[in-house]
């Protein structure tokens, strides 16, 4: 009996032992369920090495790109995060029309860097928000042929087990009539178009891709109930049934499930391809604002509880990792402030992933500076000077003034402030080039920084290699150039 106590003993104990181990392996498994999307549309990128160890600081394992830089994915190599690979949107039509096209897009862009740079490719992103409304169609017939190449690119190259395609689509493409989950569907004018990808993706053990943004739903309608954007519980529910909903992205990410089911579809797995709440260039986007939806969308995500249809933990990326000074405001200024990160890898906000002890964000290390100075409007300028007009459109066309006006970052800059703000953005984007802070005798350079209250005038970062700096810096000085010629010819 006393052999027989011990033996059970032991096994009690191993039982307890491997008990805490899948405990532990579970919590690993939901720290790594969070991921961000890597952007580059930037006049000067952090080196992808330098936000490759951001990434692992942050204990972020999966990252979704938006093409298929080989630099960067490369950097992303010597790790094990998991990568979502992309495929622009002017790609489609080609990829579409031609199978060898896709199968050299595959070789080039997925079995190189799987074979030769160990990169860990998972998905495929084929197109991005191709059927937006704003696009008025113009993806409807080239993005499912091109996303069927892509996939028997991927068998043909054997990849298909582990590599999965998907099209992240805009939450416009479903709807709901009365505000209700239950009533959703996907938009009439792309619904056939929709249900073929959603099979073909079900049909290959691809899932479903979808950008949620209830940040959209507060800048285009001015009626939008502010509470419900956010996590708190502090809104007025939308009673769906019997079912209440308080916070719009638990809405929304059923009505989608709903518009699947509806089709056959109930079982589809779901991917959150981007969610995110920007900084600036808005009088809703703020740090404030974004630190408490971030912060609640983690929160909530970090439960495990899913949403009232869905009851499973939700798989995410974070929109997005660091700003874009070169994104198109096309859509709104705060296009180029989404980033958790400053365009110079530091922390916006106070923001706990959950993924490490810090608690907090961990900034980027190693970031380089060019020199601690600035561009301003020289002092003895008047203001009423018939120069200023001209100087400031040009240098903001081809700067960066959204952190400018009511309700942003800078709104509390005098008007000669503003005038900086906008010389210093175009002299940094040019990297400190002495041309670029002339402005027909307008501007001088100081060293003073000119800064103010939330208002950072930036210096701008210089690549960590100096062959890429110089590499880097061609360009942007034709570009100059070209520039002051046109400059030039306005002042005549």
Not at 230 to 248: E, H, L, Q, R
Not at 302 to 318: C, F, H, N, Q, W
Not at 319 to 324: G, H, M, N, R
């Amino acid at each position: 009996m006393r052999m027989g106590d011990n033996y059970m003993n032991r096994v009690v104990v191993v039982v307890i032992g491997m008990l805490w181990v899948m405990m532990m392996m579970s919590k690993v498994k939901e720290v790594k369920g969070i991921g961000a999307n890597w952007g580059t549309q930037a006049s000067h990128p952090l080196d992808a090495n330098i936000v490759v160890r951001m990434l692992s600081d942050n204990g972020i394992q999966k990252v979704k790109l938006f093409d298929a830089d080989y630099d960067t994915l490369r950097a992303i190599g010597k790790t094990q995060i998991e990568v979502m690979v992309g495929i622009p949107n002017d790609m489609l039509y080609t990829l579409a029309t031609s199978t060898k096209a896709a199968d050299k897009w595959v070789s080039d862009n997925v079995t190189q860097h799987l074979n030769t740079n160990h990169v860990n490719i998972r998905y495929v992103a084929v197109g991005n928000e191709p059927y937006l409304a704003t696009y008025n169609g113009s993806f409807l017939r080239t993005t499912f042929p091109a996303l069927r190449n892509i996939q028997n690119a991927l068998i043909k190259a054997g990849h298909s087990n582990s590599v999965k395609v998907t099209v992240p689509s805009n939450a416009d493409v479903y709807l709901s009539a009365s505000g209700k989950p239950s009533d959703g569907d996907f938009r009439a004018d792309i619904h056939d178009y929709m249900i073929q990808i959603i099979k073909f993706l079900s049909d290959n053990g691809a899932p479903f891709t979808v950008n949620i943004y209830p940040f959209i739903s507060l800048y285009t309608d001015a009626n939008f109930p502010v509470e419900y954007a956010f996590f708190d519980g502090n809104a007025a529910p939308v009673n769906d049934g019997g079912t209440n909903y308080y916070n719009m992205f638990d809405a929304n990410y059923d009505t989608l499930v709903w518009a699947l089911q509806k089709n056959g579809f109930g079982n589809m797995p779901i991917k959150i391809g981007e969610i995110g709440w920007p900084t600036d260039g808005d009088i809703n986007a703020n740090p404030n604002y974004a630190q408490r939806f971030m912060q609640g969308f983690m929160s909530h995500i970090a439960s495990g509880k899913g949403t009232p249809m869905r009851p499973s933990p939700i798989d995410a990326y974070l929109f997005s990792l660091i700003d874009e000074d070169q994104k198109s405001i096309q859509p709104g200024y705060f296009e180029r402030h989404w980033g958790i990160f400053t365009f110079d890898g530091l922390a916006k906000y106070r923001l706990n992933l959950g993924t490490t002890t810090a608690g907090s964000l961990v900034p980027a290390k190693g970031v380089h500076y060019e020199d601690s100075q600035w561009c301003v409007l020289k002092p003895s300028v008047k203001m009423d000077d018939s120069r200023i007009a001209n100087s400031v459109s040009y240098a903001c066309s081809l700067g960066d003034c959204t952190s400018l006006g009511t309700g942003r970052s800078c709104q509390d800059l005098t008007a000669q402030e503003n005038i900086s703000y906008a010389f210093n953005s175009y002299y940094q984007i040019n990297d400190q080039v002495d041309e670029a802070c002339n402005f027909n005798g307008l501007a001088t350079v100081t060293k003073s920084n000119p800064s103010k209250g939330t208002c950072r005038f930036i210096v701008m970062i210089i690549p960590s290699d100096s062959g890429t700096e110089i590499t880097a810096q061609l360009p942007r000085m034709l570009s100059f150039l070209v520039s002051a010629i046109v400059l030039f010819q306005t002042m005549l």
